[in-house]
Nanobody, 124 residues
Framework: QVQLVESGGGLVQAGGSLRLSCAAS????????AGWFRQAPGNEREIVAG????????YYADAVKGRFTISRDNAKNMVYLQMNNLKPEDTAVYYC?????????????????WGQGTQVTVSS
């Protein structure tokens, strides 16, 4: 079992950057695929990025390609989301998720483990 705790959210102006961190518990975390999702008020929770358990394969939603970078450090049980050139439409609660497996799930219900979320607000 894995427990996830996000940090790094906050208020930033459009064009700015933030780095989200996700700390995972459990010695088997390197066996888990990880993803970042976001949910804005009134919207469904949507995937932002995902990363294979080795870190060698990544996935990005079209809305964030070229601006966000997902990475992981398995020695530290950490997953990161570097967010650059932020836009007001990036405002949402961001969640870290993890799932055992070999491929990167893209749907919310494919992940079994979730963090509590961290708020990101981008002002115009």
């Amino acid at each position: 079992q894995v427990q996830l705790v996000e940090s790094g959210g906050g208020l930033v102006q459009a064009g700015g950057s933030l780095r989200l961190s996700c700390a995972a518990s459990g010695r088997t975390f390197p066996d888990y695929v990880a993803g970042w999702f976001r949910q804005a008020p009134g919207n469904e929770r949507e995937i932002v990025a995902g990363i294979h358990r080795s870190g060698g394969i990544t996935y990005y939603a079209d809305a964030v390609k070229g601006r966000f970078t997902i990475s992981r450090d398995n020695a530290k049980n950490m997953v990161y989301l570097q967010m650059n050139n932020l836009k007001p439409e990036d405002t949402a609660v961001y969640y870290c998720a993890a799932q055992l497996g070999l491929h990167i799930p893209r749907q919310r219900d494919e992940y079994d483990y979730w963090g509590q979320g961290t708020q990101v607000t981008v002002s115009s």
